[in-house]
């Protein structure tokens, strides 16, 4: 079977997270194999550079270096060897995040995050970059989203953010699903779960990736 790469997107209390584990379920159920994973993270290294972007202060450009470089070692051991194999690789959240949260949040220049992306994720021959075949955005107001999150756990320093940093973050996804329409399915992340399941479903049918 031909590999294929699904991300996850949403600001933090969007409730992405919790659809991934029911989508493998439905998926594995239909025999397909799949590989979940999450960035920053997904590989030892890419794990420990998590740990200081979520907690360690720094500028947005290292910010923004330090994701890329787990990126990189998160395809070259992980995503790019599950696709090959034919796997459905999860991934909570993937590049739109980075232009979302350091382009769009913390204002960094889009133009060194597009130069970045095209070493990054460039597949052999350098004609093409590595994307997601489907990106589930689950878009949600900052404001309910800040609701559901408040007391629910000790934030690291992006959940710390205020409302109005949010609103930037979901404008810069708002922005890449306008850049490539064609691969996004934007998710209404305000219905109850059953609702947003249901559009889950609805957006991976569509594409003929689930029957």
């Not at 209390?13 to 239909?30: C, D, I, N």
């Not at 739109?96 to 889009?110: E, I, N, P």
């Not at 408040?150 to 690291?156: I, S, T, Y």
């Not at 973050?169 to 890449?176: D, E, H, L, M, W």
Request: charged content about 25%; some cysteine; hydrophobic content about 45%.
């Amino acid at each position: 079977m031909q590999g294929l790469f699904i991300s996850f997107e949403g600001i933090d209390g969007a409730g992405k997270s919790t659809h991934v584990e029911g989508l493998a379920q439905a998926l594995r159920e239909q025999g397909r194999t799949v590989t979940q994973t999450r960035e920053p993270g997904g590989t030892p290294l890419a794990e420990k550079l998590r740990a200081l972007v979520l907690n360690e202060p720094m500028d947005a450009m290292t910010e923004a270096l330090l994701v890329f470089a787990a990126r990189r070692d998160h395809l070259q051991q992980l995503i790019e060897p599950a696709l090959a194999r034919g796997d459905v690789v999860l991934c909570d959240r993937f590049t739109d995040a980075t232009f979302a949260y350091q382009g769009g949040g913390r204002g960094f220049d889009l133009d060194i995050l597009r130069v970045l992306e095209g070493w990054v994720q460039a597949l052999p021959g350098g004609t093409a970059l590595r994307q997601p075949d489907l990106t589930l955005w689950f878009d949600l107001d900052p404001a309910i989203a800040a609701a559901r999150l408040a007391g629910a756990r000790v934030p690291d320093k992006f959940e710390a953010q205020p409302v109005e940093f949010f609103r930037r973050v979901a404008a810069g996804y708002a922005q890449r699903m306008a850049q490539a329409p064609a691969r996004f399915a934007r998710i209404d992340a305000a219905q109850d779960r059953d609702g947003v399941w249901t559009d889950v479903l609805a957006a991976v049918r569509a594409r003929k990736m689930l029957a």
